[in-house]
């Protein structure tokens, strides 16, 4: 069975720029969360979507945006991306709404310069 | 303010030698707390959940444990392979259910 997919591996942007992560969940999972991993640092949570409605945010800026679409897959934009925007960001999908495990993806690693 | 405390950062263990991770944490409404295992460049992968004090889980030479204010994953007889940073995770409230995450510790066992 295919594991949780994220697209693409590693980015370089520009101070300014827009970016946009994708992600595809584990076949049947129906939430998508999103984090941020700052080198040396635990996951921060973002987004989580469930059944494409946004059901959390962290405590992040709303340069961040997310969205889910009808096949449960998930988008996470960035807009003016800043030096220290720079990070891992982790896609994890679940199978039910609530307390439960994740499954997270190998990450895209963004680079801001 | 919501809050997971891992000890120690960093752990230098020798092939064989016994010991545990600490996770403590401070949450209203904790729903659940989570191990994840994370080795360098890649995604955490899961490997316990625990829902209510007093609950234990195995899983080959790890164990996991949860009290009311903290969980430990013991490690008995690690192996080098079992070198990686472990990170405990916190589920709380109601409503919306975000995952906080503690710092992680870096273990590295030696042949």
């Known amino acids: 069975d295919a594991g949780v997919t994220q697209s693409p591996t590693h980015l370089i942007k520009t101070r300014g720029q827009h970016v946009t992560l994708r992600c595809s969940p584990i076949?049947?999972?129906?939430?998508v969360s999103w984090y941020q991993q700052v080198l040396g640092q635990g996951p921060q949570f973002i987004f989580q979507y469930y059944e494409k409605e946004e059901r959390g945010r962290g405590n992040f800026p709303d340069r961040f945006s997310a969205r889910q679409f009808p096949n449960y897959s998930s988008e996470l934009n960035v807009n003016a991306l800043l030096l220290g925007d720079s990070a891992l960001y982790l896609c994890?999908?679940?199978?039910?709404?609530?307390?439960?495990?994740?499954?997270f993806g190998p990450g895209t690693r963004l680079t801001v310069l | 303010e919501d809050q997971v405390t891992q000890s120690p950062e960093a752990l230098r263990l020798q092939e064989g030698e016994s010991s545990s991770l600490n996770c403590s944490y401070t949450?209203?409404?904790?729903?659940?707390l989570f191990w994840y295992r994370q080795d360098p460049g890649k995604g955490p992968e899961f490997l316990f959940t625990l829902y209510s004090a007093g609950e234990e889980k195995e899983k080959e030479r790890l164990k996991a444990t949860l009290t009311k204010k903290e969980s430990f994953l013991h490690i008995t007889a690690p192996k080098p392979e079992d070198s990686a940073t472990y990170l405990c995770a916190v589920q709380a409230g109601s409503g919306t259910y975000k995952y906080i995450f503690g710092t992680g510790t870096r273990l590295k066992v030696l042949a």
């Open positions: 949450v209203s409404g904790l729903r659940g």
């Open positions: 994890a999908s679940s199978s039910r709404w609530g307390p439960t495990e994740q499954f």
């Open positions: 076949s049947g999972h129906k939430s």
